[in-house]
């Protein structure tokens, strides 16, 4: 019997994605999958409910949920939304697992699957599955533009009447996905482009998009594609390092962040004290408490009238049509491939990807280190 698969609105404040786009939608009804969607779930997006052909549109969330056996989501489920899933059904999204318990337990109780798009393996095969890469490299490019709107400066060297601009000094803290894209993004902009990370296969791939690798002599690959945690010798080092850099930038775009962990301490109070008076800090690692000792999640502060340090959170949702489309195909590539000629839902939970990113299952905690 084919799947009823449903995406409900998205609850959370300031949530402007969709776990949807119409494109996706064809596929799934394509291959036999009953969909539906909450009426104007998809507004936030831009989306209106014409453009879901095919796709049934039901009024209120629990009428939605009622004999859904898929729900795709963005944000984890709340409390209220897991109330009202069936038990047994499978939940596909961000799960937040690090900082949900009680949603574990209670996915646990209900015998809900629970399919957590931060655990999706980085490996070759996954990688049109990745949803923590296809959001990162909006975050990136927003993150750019937005210490661009609060800088003093142009980012360009300009030729005017008046004499020649000189560039701003751009400052990227982190050459993962969202760093890499804020290179990018500072370079088409016209800025000079500096960048840092204690990886030192990232050199190539900063000095390819047009940065100058700052090396601060500290190498701390670890697993996974993300670093390790620095030794407090190498913490010493690497702020020694980064000091003259932090103190000549215009703007600095930090991206230093481990999913499921505190976002490591880089730009320390007496650095911004140092800092040029007009400067302005990005810290797109606020959802994990910030790269600077400074920075306050959710908020753009002026610290001694000198410089700004703006805290965003959920950047991604600030680009809702595309940051919708990438998300929706993550979600489709994870699960399309255990879908039957039938339209039925066959998890293979000895499959690489499915292994690694199954939460709860069976009334248990799969992933090791949330158990």
Do not use: W
Request: aromatic content about 4%.
């Amino acid at each position: 019997m084919p799947i009823r698969l449903v995406v409900p609105k998205e609850i959370t404040a300031n949530e402007r994605r969709i776990a949807l786009e119409p494109a996706v939608s064809k596929k799934l009804i394509d291959m036999g999958v009953k969909l539906a969607m909450q009426k104007g779930a998809a507004l936030s997006s831009h989306y209106d409910d014409s453009a879901f052909e095919g796709v049934e549109l039901i009024d209120d969330a629990a009428a939605l949920y009622k004999d859904a056996d898929v729900v795709f989501k963005v944000q984890p489920p709340t409390a209220d939304e897991l109330a009202q899933i069936k038990d047994g059904a499978v939940v596909v999204g961000f799960m937040a697992p690090h900082k949900s318990p009680d949603m574990i337990k209670t996915m646990c109780d209900k015998n809900i699957t629970s399919l957590s798009m931060e655990l999706v393996p980085r490996i070759t095969r996954a990688q049109s599955m990745d949803a923590l890469s296809s959001q990162a490299s909006l975050a990136g490019y927003m993150g750019v533009l937005m210490g661009a709107q609060l800088a003093s400066v142009f980012f360009p060297m300009l030729t005017t009447a008046a004499g020649t601009i000189r560039p701003a000094r751009v400052l990227i803290i982190g050459a993962g996905v969202a760093g890499l894209q804020a290179i990018a993004t500072a370079k088409r902009l016209g800025a000079m482009v500096e960048a840092f990370d204690v990886r030192s296969a990232t050199r190539e791939q900063i000095e390819s998009l047009g940065g100058k690798f700052i090396d601060t002599g500290v190498s701390a690959e670890g697993e996974g594609g993300y670093a390790r945690e620095l030794t407090e010798d190498e913490k010493q080092q690497q702020q020694a390092a980064l000091a003259k850099h932090i103190a000549m930038a215009d703007v600095i775009v930090s991206t230093a962040a481990i999913p499921g962990r505190p976002s490591p301490k880089i730009i320390t109070e007496q650095m911004v004290k140092d800092m040029k008076v007009g400067a302005v800090i990005v810290d797109l690692a606020s959802e994990g408490g910030g790269n600077c000792e400074l920075t306050q999640p959710g908020e753009t502060i002026d610290y001694e009238g000198r410089v700004t340090i703006h805290g965003p959170l959920n950047v991604p949702s600030e680009l809702p049509v595309h940051a919708s489309e990438m998300y929706a195909k993550n979600l489709f590539n994870l699960v399309s491939p255990f879908i039957t000629e039938s339209g039925e839902l066959e998890l293979d939970f000895e499959d690489e990807v499915i292994a690694g990113c199954v939460l709860t299952h069976g009334g248990e905690v799969k992933a090791e280190q949330y158990r």
